[in-house]
């Protein structure tokens, strides 16, 4: 009873510490916002084309941007392993750094092979996202994961989106140079990696480092919960050597993950995932290039990729909300579904393979982008629903990285100057029959489903729809416990992936 007496005026001690990490990720978002302010991004093909370096399309096309496809597969997975073991903030001031660096070889860079380490640190900053996306859940109780992951991924949007109209409306309406825009861009990013240095580091991470949290009277993982190991069956010490509880998570990690590749939903929005996203982001990487083709103006006034930026950022955002309301039977529909979202995208890179107006070669990547983005909250939800929070971030990593090999074997083949180097009109048409064929492998794979569908319900009444729901929330539910409702109805899945916006 004593101790209970001695406890009871520090009541008052949980709402100092939720005042505490709210402080924090108010910081953070704010972080976030600044680190997208790059007025400079949306124009950096048509700078790289024009007078100030005066590089020519072959090069930029064959020689520099198929750089960031190779460098990016070579720093994914060491990036991915050093933000959990470094605690996510070394990472993040890694990011800041390779910011400053690729603009300033972009302001003072003069060869092929100074773009080429700019592309680079590029590489770098986009495998660093993820310690921007996973840095917030380390701040904040579990209860609170859904609600953080919104805030940071609309932090983010909204920075993109803002970077995106002041540089269109730097350029456009205050003929401001591309030079001078991308001192500006240079400035923003030294501010960020200045905020960068006050950010806390926290003391866990998921994997490597769980030892001070569990010490500290903390929740076991969702993995040990599900699948307690001898050693915590016997009640392990605190002080268990890392080295030994890494190997014994990752092998329960390994078996959870042979469970989980047995289900239809998991490995048809995983092949998804990789297909899909590969081609996607071939498109952003070389649509800019595309755009100088067919508007090779020498007046940058009349440059609005800033605009169609935050155009496709709006578009995507709204779609990825959008996609949060949708109720069907995934487990039916889905194959129908990705193939008509997928012969859509075709015929946006059809068109812009065919036209030679700048505004409806604006339009369809606009609707591009929109499209991937409204299958990527979709394709989130299903693939983490049925998993464990540290299957989430292994699954996630496994599809990004076959993403990454994937765009990378295509990059060597078509853009590359040491394979076909392809210009980049004829690389879309590429794209549009890649497209075609994962329109083709979609809709026969949904045309055997439904096929198989008829045939069952002809003989038994169709089953209702089950909603997906992980493994912990499965095991409450057999404890008697009620299940947890998503906020609002709507699962937000903004940050479950290391979903990287790629260079505009």
Known sequence: VIPVEKQMPAEPQPGREQQSWWCLVFFLCFYGFMAQMRPGESFITPYLLGPDKNFTRTQVTNEITPVLSYSYLAVLVPIFLLTDYLCYKPVLLLQGLSYVSVWLLLLF?????????????????????????????????????????????????????????????????????????????????????????????????????????????????????????????????????????????????????????????????????????????????????????????????????????????????????????????????????????????????????????????????????????????????????????????????INTFLATVLKTIITLIVSDKRGLGLPVCSQFLVYFVYFLVLFAAYFLAAVLVGLRHFQQSRHQPVPPAQELVSPMQEKATQDGAPRPAPEDGVFTVGDLSPQSEAKA
């Open 109 to 397: 860079g003069s060869t092929v092979l100074h773009m080429q380490f700019m592309e680079f640190f590029f590489s770098i900053t986009m495998a660093a996202r993820i310690a921007y996306s996973s840095y917030i859940f380390s701040l904040v109780p579990p209860a609170h994961y859904q609600r953080m992951a919104s805030y940071s991924r609309a932090s983010v949007l909204m920075g993109v989106f803002t970077s995106s109209v002041l540089g269109q409306l730097l350029v456009t309406m205050g003929r401001v140079p591309f030079s001078t825009l991308n001192y500006i861009s240079l400035a923003f990013l030294t501010f960020s990696l200045v905020l960068a240095l006050f950010l806390k580091r926290p003391k866990r991470s998921l994997f490597f480092n769980r030892g001070a949290p569990v010490r500290a009277g903390a929740a076991p993982s969702e993995l040990h919960q599900m699948n307690p190991g001898p050693a915590q069956a016997v009640g392990a010490r605190p002080g268990w050597p890392p080295a030994a509880w890494r190997d014994s998570t990752f092998v329960r990690m390994l078996r959870e993950l042979g469970r989980a590749v047995q289900l239809p939903q998991l490995r048809l929005w995983s092949l998804w995932w990789v297909f899909n996203s590969a081609g996607y982001y071939l498109i952003v990487y070389y649509v800019h290039i595309l755009w100088n083709v067919v508007n090779p103006t020498t007046d940058t006034t009349r440059v609005y990729n800033g605009g169609a930026d935050a155009a496709s950022t709006l578009l995507g955002a709204l779609t990825s909300f959008a996609a949060g309301f949708v109720r069907i039977r995934w487990a039916l529909w889905a194959r129908l579904v990705i193939a008509v979202v997928t012969v859509l995208q075709a015929g946006l890179v059809f068109l812009m393979y065919k036209t030679n107006d700048i505004w409806l070669c604006y339009a369809a990547f606009v609707l591009f982008r929109g499209s991937y983005q409204f299958l990527v909250p979709i394709a989130t939800f299903q693939i983490a629903a049925s998993l464990s929070q540290e299957l989430r971030a292994l699954v996630f990593g």
